[in-house]
């Protein structure tokens, strides 16, 4: 069975820096598209970024491009999220995600694409 535990949530204020880790086990992990998706209170779940298994090329919302970065490292089967020059807009319960398809540009940032996801970590920016 395959299990995601995210950390290294916690209150930042804006401007600020955190990295976020999610620890994935069960199975091959470079075998996975990833991604990093987030809720903010009273709002949807929506996509922060991705990696598919099929490239080595991240994918960003628009609202975090130039901000966030998205790395994996196979070896240690984690998921990474740098997040930097943070705003009060970014609070939010962020989720990692892992996908056994194929994932194309589009597919990526849909939610219902990932089979297998974390319990959450909360990100406060606020000062």
């Known amino acids: 069975q395959v299990q995601l535990v995210e950390s290294g949530g916690g209150l930042v204020e804006p401007g600020g820096s955190l990295r976020l880790s999610c620890a994935v086990s069960?199975?091959?992990?470079?075998?996975?598209?990833v991604g990093w998706f987030r809720q903010a209170p009273g709002k949807e779940r929506e996509f922060v970024a991705g990696i598919r298994r099929t490239s080595p090329n991240p994918i960003y919302a628009d609202s975090v491009k130039g901000r966030f970065t998205i790395s994996r490292d196979n070896a240690k089967s984690t998921l990474y999220l740098q997040m930097n020059s943070l705003k009060p807009d970014d609070t939010a319960l962020y989720y990692c995600?892992?996908?056994?398809?194929?994932?194309?540009?589009?597919?990526?940032?849909?939610?219902?694409?990932?089979?297998?996801w974390g319990q959450g970590t909360k990100v406060t920016v606020s000062s």
């Open positions: 995600a892992c996908s056994s398809k194929g994932l194309i540009l589009t597919t990526v940032r849909q939610e219902n694409a990932y089979g297998y």
């Open positions: 069960g199975r091959t992990f470079s075998s996975y598209s």
